[in-house]
């Protein structure tokens, strides 16, 4: 079994900043993508950014370049969200996902409780 622990959501002004962490724990072999989607109210889930193990390719929403950038840390298999010049658009409860291998080579495809991020003056 994998779990997934998010940190960093809360309250901002508009044009500040957060950065979220997501930590992969349990039963993890590998990871093979890891990354980030968000659900505001009355919305479907989206995409907001994920990123690839191996060539740490990156993919964003278009409503997101320029202001978000992701990262991760394999050896911790922890990924970043650095969210920069947010906008009240961006409040939104934001969901950690992480798919790849468990120990006994069974794939997975995790999800975080969400987190919380609500852009407010």
């Not at 109210?41 to 907001?48: C, I």
């Not at 997101?64 to 961006?90: C, H, W």
């Amino acid at each position: 079994q994998v779990q997934l622990v998010e940190s960093g959501g809360g309250l901002v002004q508009p044009g500040g900043s957060l950065r979220l962490s997501c930590a992969a724990s349990g039963d993890v072999y590998s990871t093979n993508v890891m990354g980030w989607d968000r659900q505001a109210p009355g919305k479907q889930r989206e995409l907001v950014a994920h990123i690839t193990t191996n060539l740490r390719k990156t993919t964003y929403a278009d409503s997101v370049k320029g202001r978000f950038t992701i990262s991760r840390d394999n050896a911790k298999n922890t990924v970043y969200l650095q969210m920069n010049s947010l906008k009240p658009e961006d409040t939104a409860v934001y969901y950690c996902n992480a798919r790849g291998w468990t120990t006994i080579s069974s794939p997975f495809d995790s999800w975080g409780q969400g987190t919380q991020i609500t852009v407010s003056s």
